[in-house]
């Protein structure tokens, strides 16, 4: 296993998520994170910045069929099941070119649905192609290993960022804004006020955090910012160059750390 890079508080590995997760500790994490391909570049266009650009993303992000793609999230989803604890739970983000293919997968693993979250992008790209509606959203799932597990959700620390209201499942939360993305850029980049609510909701400080798609890092940025630790990993160098940037780099903690809206 190659461990990438770690301190106290984080560690990044580079390789194949399903290897990596196969060599730590059984029922060692407490949330998982998950932000897998979507299987989107299928070389059609879509409008960023008012500028015309390819939705390719790279060879990772490439549908190989639909047995091919179930295989693939089957495999990882029963990688990370061996490492999340008993009490632990799960979320992953998608649209509908897969999130529908890990919700069954899920169920027949014997999970429990949680909840489903909307994000809604107030700012998303315009609909190129015109012949279906703008798609302005993505999914969260939120799941546990089954119906009788105790999970954490601090119900009445989201209620106090909602203004002393319930939370409700549909997030409305603009795409990725630039001044995230001060060390470098990733396609799929999250912003954190979406893993903000997702760490802060559903995990405890000291807690262990784990992404198994790291990307940009978001996901790990988050869990330092909420004194939690954190495990990611990514087969790409390039992004866990990004990602460790994101969470080693002292401007970090004036700007990220910051919280800034």
């Not at 461990?3 to 990596?20: I, P, S």
């Not at 029963?78 to 997968?105: F, M």
């Not at 995990?203 to 262990?208: A, R």
């Amino acid at each position: 296993m190659n461990t990438y890079k770690e301190n106290t508080d984080f560690r990044l590995y580079q390789g194949d998520c399903n290897k990596v997760l196969g060599k730590l500790e059984e029922k060692s994490i407490d949330l998982i994170f998950a932000d897998p391909p979507y299987m989107l570049s299928n070389d059609g266009i879509t409008c960023q910045s008012g500028k015309m650009v390819s939705v390719n993303k790279g060879e990772w992000d490439k549908s190989k069929g639909f047995k091919e793609d179930v295989k693939f999230h089957k495999k990882w989803l029963k990688s990370c099941d061996r490492v999340l604890k008993d009490e632990g739970t799960i979320w992953i983000s998608g649209t509908y070119h897969c999130i529908h293919q890990i919700t069954y997968l899920l169920l027949e693993m014997g999970y429990y649905i949680i909840n489903e979250i909307s994000w809604i992008k107030p700012n998303a790209a315009p609909n190129m192609g015109c012949r279906c509606f703008t798609a302005s959203h993505e999914i969260l799932i939120w799941a546990k290993k089954n119906k009788k597990a105790k999970h954490t959700f601090n119900y009445e620390f989201m209620k106090q960022l909602n203004g002393g209201k319930q939370m409700r499942s549909f997030w409305e939360i603009p795409t990725t804004p630039k001044r995230e993305k001060t060390f470098g850029k990733h396609p799929t980049q999250k912003p954190l006020e979406l893993l903000k609510r997702v760490i802060l909701s559903a995990s405890n400080e000291k807690d262990l955090v784990l992404d198994p798609f790291v990307g940009s890092g978001t996901s790990g940025v988050s869990a330092l910012m909420h004194n939690r630790r954190f495990v990611g990993i990514d087969i790409e160098k390039d992004y866990l160059d990004l990602a460790y940037k994101r969470l080693t780099e002292d401007n970090m903690n004036r700007s990220e750390l910051n919280d800034k809206k």
